[in-house]
Nanobody, 115 residues
Framework: QVQMVESGGGFVQVGGSLRLSCEAS????????MSWYRQAPGKQRELVAA???????NYADSVKGRFAISRDNAKNTVYLHMYILKPEDTAVYYC?????????WGQGTQVTVSS
């Protein structure tokens, strides 16, 4: 029905920036909200940011002011712009798409912030 594929993860230094992308395919017309979650080893998966089809956003307090979520509906893609990265941001980042009936996870992309 819907597939979510993340890209853009990698290694970055403290204070650096990175942009994650998640492209949805399939019945993308039905996706209302798209989100980014992250999970560090031994920790629970947590919501980082979310955006509705209409453009409303919300962020975790830990990333507010440093991260920005956006979406390009024409490209069926959601982005996560990450700035002033900290070691605590190191995690696997997952894209999550929600319809009125189902939800879909991406495979995850690793972000590692060193030093």
């Amino acid at each position: 029905q819907v597939q979510m594929v993340e890209s853009g993860g990698g290694f970055v230094q403290v204070g650096g920036s990175l942009r994650l992308s998640c492209e949805a395919s399939g019945s993308t017309f039905s996706i209302n909200r798209m989100s980014w979650y992250r999970q560090a080893p031994g920790k629970q998966r947590e919501l980082v940011a979310a955006i509705t089809k209409g453009g409303s956003t919300n962020y975790a307090d830990s990333v507010k002011g440093r991260f920005a979520i956006s979406r390009d509906n024409a490209k069926n893609t959601v982005y996560l712009h990450m700035y002033i990265l900290k070691p605590e941001d190191t995690a696997v980042y997952y894209c999550y798409g929600e319809t009125g009936y189902f939800a879909y996870w991406g495979q995850g992309t690793q972000v590692t912030v060193s030093s």
